[in-house]
């Protein structure tokens, strides 16, 4: 079964960290741009960063710029977003995407983790 799953959500206070990861089962992240989202009730999801499968590029947003890091595994199954610093205003569900669009693959969603950050 292809999908992505997606674990490392949870508790902490202001200023600890997290690392959230996505594992892809059934199929690799080759040739896949795969990428964060996080959505709050009542709000749009927002992509918080990106990678490339192909050369490593990662990409944030302003928001998280400088906090947050994106990494792979050189096998191409997994990927991390490591999260320092957290603010209250991380607090969201996470969801991690595989986009293979550009190479005429498929396009798959996580579950969603859920990250609270509160004192």
């Known amino acids: 079964q292809v999908q992505l799953v997606e674990s490392g959500g949870g508790s902490v206070q202001p200023g600890g960290s997290l690392r959230l990861s996505c594992a892809a089962s059934?199929?690799?992240?080759?040739?896949?741009?795969i990428g964060w989202f996080r959505q709050v009730p009542g709000k749009e999801r927002e992509g918080v960063s990106c990678?490339?499968?192909?050369?490593?590029?990662?990409l944030y947003s302003e928001s998280v710029k400088g906090r947050f890091t994106m990494s792979m595994t050189d096998d191409k199954r997994t990927v991390y977003l490591e999260m320092n610093n957290l603010q209250p205003e991380d607090t969201a569900v996470y969801y991690c995407?595989?986009?293979?669009?550009?190479?005429?693959?498929?396009?798959?969603w996580g579950q969603g983790t859920q990250v609270t950050v509160s004192s």
């Open positions: 059934g199929f690799t992240l080759d040739y896949y741009a």
């Open positions: 990678i490339s499968s192909t050369d490593g590029r990662t």
């Open positions: 995407n595989a986009d293979g669009s550009e190479y005429g693959l498929g396009r798959y």
